[in-house]
């Protein structure tokens, strides 16, 4: 897969996609939250262990 910094726009997106847009947006908050709760401590310490 590549990334660049252009912009996709899909005009007429189906159920499916949205869907999986959802659900990869629920998954990406998800994980978001979970670093944000994290302690300090426990950062470090899985940053280190990765």
């Known amino acids: 897969m590549a ?3 252009e912009t996709l726009v899909i005009n ?3 159920e ?3 869907k999986v847009i959802e659900k990869l947006r ?3 908050q998800a994980k978001l939250d979970k ?3 994290m ?3 426990e950062f470090s310490r899985r940053v280190i262990l990765s």
Do not use: A, C, H
């Open 3 to 5: 990334y660049t910094k």
């Open 12 to 14: 007429n997106p189906s």
């Open 16 to 18: 499916q996609l949205l």
């Open 26 to 28: 629920e998954n990406k």
């Open 35 to 37: 670093l944000r709760n």
């Open 39 to 41: 302690k300090p401590e």
